[in-house]
């Protein structure tokens, strides 16, 4: 049973238009979601994360926003760009997993110049 | 800058051959994983160590084995490799909690 799921396998968006990355989970125990970042051939590399008392963070063209709620979050890229292509994965921190992070199914964004 | 580093960026092995991954990590961090990344799956916990001969199982450790010898070293052991083994492996470190750095993947065909 996934606790932590991208429902998007991909997602194509033009040049300096927004990217919107959803992640939901279902695990209210948790309490730290993070984004990494996948290049083919290279390892995941952390792009920016969200403590569950806190419903966004910013970090230039990326921000999170957490919806405790509804168990979602997200991520934006304003403006994307073509580097931006890559595969996204959410994870989140907490619950009966203690320190380890669980990670959703990932999802490919390309976008196009 | 946190280096963590794979022996291997590509591996063939075949079926029933006993397979060491391994990875080193430069910045004296207690925590190291091992995961494995497959299509859809996102990436699944294999072994986990929070210190030098410390070992803890993760979501899916069967088939799998492994050694901390010395802190900054991490080897994943295929015992008897299988097809169903064939992945991309990401080994990665932290120093306490949240955020892991990680190596740049092993991806391994077993045939």
């Known amino acids: 049973d996934q606790q932590v799921k991208q429902n998007s396998p991909s997602l194509s968006v033009q040049e300096g238009r927004i990217s919107i990355l959803n992640c939901d989970y279902t695990?209210?125990?948790?309490?730290?979601f993070l984004w990494y970042k996948k290049y083919p051939a290279e390892g995941p590399t952390f792009l920016i994360s969200?403590?569950?008392?806190?419903d966004k963070n910013e970090d230039g063209r990326f921000t999170v926003f957490l919806n405790k709620s509804a168990k979602h979050l997200s991520l934006h890229i304003v403006p994307s760009q073509p580097g931006d292509s890559a595969v996204y994965f959410c994870?989140?921190?907490?619950?009966?997993?203690?320190?380890?992070?669980?990670f959703g199914g990932g999802t490919r964004l390309m976008v196009k110049p | 800058d946190v280096k963590v580093t794979q022996s291997s960026r590509y591996l063939v092995k075949r079926t029933g051959e006993k397979v060491f991954l391994e990875c080193v990590q430069d910045?004296?961090?207690?925590?190291m994983f091992w995961y494995r990344q497959d299509p859809g799956l996102g990436l699944r916990l294999i072994y986990f160590?929070?210190?030098?001969?410390?070992?803890e199982k993760g979501d899916i450790p069967e088939g799998y084995s492994v050694s901390r010898e010395k802190k900054e070293r991490f080897s994943l052991i295929l015992e008897s490799a299988s097809t169903n083994q064939t992945s991309m492996y990401l080994c990665?470190?932290?120093?306490?909690?949240?955020?892991?750095?990680f190596g740049p993947g092993t991806r391994l065909t077993v045939t």
């Open positions: 994870a989140a921190r907490g619950g009966n997993a203690g320190n380890m992070l669980t």
């Open positions: 695990n209210s125990m948790f309490d730290y």
């Open positions: 969200i403590s569950s008392i806190k």
């Open positions: 910045m004296d961090h207690e925590n």
């Open positions: 160590s929070y210190d030098v001969k410390m070992k």
């Open positions: 990665a470190s932290n120093p306490g909690t949240g955020v892991r750095f």
